[in-house]
């Protein structure tokens, strides 16, 4: 699924940090959002893909979509779930 600009409802921008941050920061920011609301989330840490992964696995929400650039930045759609699980 491709998301447009008018989708998107808040952007986190998490470049240069490190695990667990993005995840944190995410995490902050998507308990903000209501549900179905799409967070776009900026990142540089080369194992994010694989967080992002494994954090909307255990919390229910969902990666819409993904995007890696060329220069190294990965861009995450995450939507919120209605009820997100705990971690």
Known sequence: MTVTEQEITATLDAKGLNC???ILKTKVELNRLAAGD??????TDPHSKVDFEAYCART?????D???SDDGVFSFYIQRAAN????
């Open 20 to 22: 667990p941050l993005p």
């Open 38 to 43: 799409i967070l776009l989330v900026l990142a």
């Open 60 to 64: 229910g929400h969902s990666i819409i």
């Open 66 to 68: 993904y995007q890696e």
């Open 84 to 87: 997100p699980k705990p971690v």
